[in-house]
């Protein structure tokens, strides 16, 4: 181990190399991963993996409290295990990271199957809107996704999205005055287009500018044989053969809201 942080009522222990993927200090949509540390035939349960940002003179800041942009030079960002309270652990102890393999696979499906979905979503919303806005997704549709995302939570086998469709993308030229029956219409289209790109069993990639725990990463695949690139910093499968069926349910709770809930089989 490389530090330990005494936080009242948790341990936060970084080590120099973790396999522990930490919760997004920004847009926390995927959850850390789950596991234990063992220390001189002791186990502890990791119960977060978080963002540390740390700079110069020793000054930390944890989790959602990080004020520093990503790219900030000054500072330098690691993972920091949490661990229970009364864990007995020393800079330069010798401990095992074991992740949750399982855990970590079910995240990673929900996540690679989150972006296929939105891609879907944006290709079916293409045609409502009235003009078409600067911002396209990866295969060239008006990114919707991107510009109505409010919330978007990841979990063991699915993934729900809420968007907004106020007067802020209404001003962007987006129809969201749509019927009930035309959104079952675009849901059925949207599950269509899932099933088809699926077919191909496309391999998954992740590619980064660098080695550092914020070095810019993208997720890349084959949909409809156009290749796609996003920019994600989550874990996700390495084919589509690994995630299996893909069902998207929208629902529209108000006029000025959607829900997405994408569930793999």
């Known amino acids: ?88 652990l020393s800079k330069g102890d010798e401990v095992l990271l074991l992740v949750d393999e399982n855990y970590r696979s079910a995240l990673s499906r929900a996540h690679s199957a989150a972006h296929i979905m939105s891609l879907a979503l944006n290709m079916e919303l293409s045609a409502l809107w009235r003009k078409i806005p600067e911002k396209k997704d990866a295969l060239g549709n008006p990114d919707f996704d991107r510009m109505a995302i409010d919330l978007s939570v990841i979990g063991e086998g699915e993934c729900e999205d809420r968007y907004r469709l106020g007067k802020s993308l209404r001003k962007k030229g987006f129809s969201s005055d749509i019927s009930g029956e035309r959104w079952e219409e675009l849901e059925h289209a949207v599950n269509a287009r899932i099933s088809g790109w699926l077919e191909n069993n496309s391999a998954v990639s992740i590619t980064r500018d660098g080695d550092l725990l ?5 997720w890349n695949a084959s949909l409809g044989g156009c290749c796609v690139s996003l920019p994600c910093g ?3 499968v390495s084919s589509f053969s690994e995630i299996g069926e893909i069902k998207v349910t929208l629902s529209v709770p108000d006029a000025e809201t959607l829900l997405v809930r994408t569930v793999i089989g």
């Open 1 to 88: 181990m490389v530090a330990v942080f005494d936080e009242g009522e948790r341990v936060v222990i970084v080590t120099d190399v973790t396999p522990f993927h930490p919760r997004d200090y920004q847009w926390a949509d995927q959850p850390a991963d789950r596991g234990v540390v063992e220390v001189c035939g002791t186990s502890f349960p990791v119960l977060d993996a978080v963002v540390i940002a740390v700079g110069q003179g020793g000054s930390y800041y944890m989790d959602a409290e990080i004020p520093i942009k990503k790219n900030d030079p000054q500072w330098f960002f690691c993972v920091g295990h949490v661990l229970p309270r009364g864990a007995s």
């Open 214 to 218: 914020m070095s810019f990463r993208h």
């Open 234 to 236: 989550g874990t996700h």
